[in-house]
């Protein structure tokens, strides 16, 4: 038999049932397709995510300083030297202590025994820029200044949350809170915290005022920084606030960006990559079992032919060819579909789309081999078969 022959022979039988042959191939057509969609819209939504990502978190740089017996290693001032490098937006210092993590603060000095008017916070020191740096806006009033620090103001700054807890609303009368025994007057409340959330349970005082709390010396230093200088700033900002002792200091630097990207989309291909392995599966067993149909329907003529000197492997090949055009098929409109899909999607979603070439031309022979193995049983199946047992 030849190539011709059997190719003729082959499109023949595909041809004769053709709403059969149709219902077939959709189960490779799903299978292909999902797999295009699932790896063209994980390309699309790992880039998609990479950009939201460095939004907050690729943008944000933490200094932790640990503490020293003899000298600081950061002073309160070195915060100006860091916002002098290139691609830091913001910058803050701050103090904060085992001890001062909770302290007791009540917004009135008298107690009553029927009520809880002392809550436990955490205050800190910090220099003026905090709310920049916490990526946080002030609900009402305004944060303490240069002129607070210099002149040693007893103010503060509560968080939102901490507010409700004092009961603490309106800033027109100027009320106090006492931490311990010393009285403060609340100039401000910060809320809408995007970085630092802690900060809404906290109460803020200035560097001046905090020695009787032993907030002294700077732990940490909040740094933002425009897109794609993260990197950079996390290696200078150890130098700029503490030259000749910056390998002392932990910098704690976002990851980066291209293995967040990996990761997502890795995290959606595992996901979906099933579904579309469990298509190709549903695909395969339709395959195989309508061409077993086909084979058990087509006795007569697998006898006539094998009477007329057609040998084994002759049926078998012309099975495995209608079985692999079927899959050829299918995998030919999977990857259009896919394709369109992932294009639509993203033009929805308003995102770039991603998508490697190969796969969609690997998509087509993928369907081929899916059609080739589903119809390898029936086709030896067939070219086992006896040709007097045929015609019988």
């Known amino acids: 038999m030849k190539i011709r022959d059997l190719w003729t022979e082959a499109l023949a039988g595909l041809l004769a049932r053709p709403v059969r042959a149709a219902l077939t191939t959709l189960g490779t057509v799903l299978g292909i397709t999902t797999l295009v969609v699932t790896l063209g819209v994980a390309a699309t939504a790992g880039n998609q ?12 740089v933490t200094v932790e300083v640990p503490e020293q017996k003899n000298a600081p290693l950061v002073s309160w001032d070195a915060v100006s030297r860091v916002t002098r ?71 503060a700054v509560i ?26 007057t609340v100039i401000g409340i910060l809320g809408e915290l995007r970085r630092e959330r802690n900060l809404s349970m906290a109460v803020m005082i200035p560097p001046s005022t905090g020695r009787q709390f032993g907030l002294r010396d700077v732990t940490r230093v909040l740094i933002n920084t ?38 997502a989309q890795d995290d959606v ?12 599966v549903v695909g395969a067993v339709g395959i195989a079992n309508v ?52 294009v639509a999607v993203s033009a929805a979603k308003q995102w770039t789309p991603l998508l490697d070439v190969r796969l969609a031309l690997a998509a087509p022979l993928a369907g081929a081999v899916v059609g080739l193995l589903a119809g390898l049983y029936p086709a030896l199946r067939a070219a086992r078969m006896e040709p007097v047992d045929a015609l019988r």
Not at 49 to 60: H, K
Not at 169 to 184: C, E, N, T, V
Not at 269 to 280: D, K, Q
């Open 49 to 60: 995510i990479v950009g939201r990502f460095d939004e907050l978190v690729a943008t944000a």
């Open 85 to 155: 490098l290139r691609g830091v937006t913001s910058a803050a210092a701050v103090a904060e202590t085992k001890d001062s993590a909770n302290l007791s603060v009540r917004s009135n000095d008298l107690i009553d025994p029927t009520r809880v008017t002392a809550q436990t916070l955490s205050v800190l020191a910090s220099t003026t820029d905090l709310p920049q740096a916490a990526r946080g806006r002030m609900v009402s009033g305004r944060f303490f200044d240069a002129g607070h620090v210099r002149r040693q103001d007893r103010v």
């Open 159 to 184: 968080g939102d949350r901490a507010a409700k807890l004092l009961g603490v609303g309106s800033l027109k009368r100027a009320p106090a809170i006492f931490i311990g025994k010393h009285a403060y």
């Open 226 to 263: 425009s897109l794609g200088a993260a990197d950079l700033v996390s290696r200078q900002a150890p130098t700029a606030l503490s030259p000749g002792n910056q390998d002392l200091l932990q910098v704690i630097a976002p990851p980066s960006p291209i293995r967040a990207r990996d990761k």
């Open 269 to 280: 291909n595992a996901l979906f990559l099933i579904l579309g392995l469990v298509s190709l």
């Open 291 to 342: 061409t077993l149909v086909t084979v058990m329907e087509r006795v007569s003529e697998i006898g006539l032919r094998r009477s007329l000197g057609a040998a084994r492997r002759h049926i078998a090949a012309q099975f495995l060819l209608e079985s692999t055009l079927t899959g050829l098929t299918g995998g030919v409109i999977g990857a259009s579909l896919g394709v369109v899909t992932v």
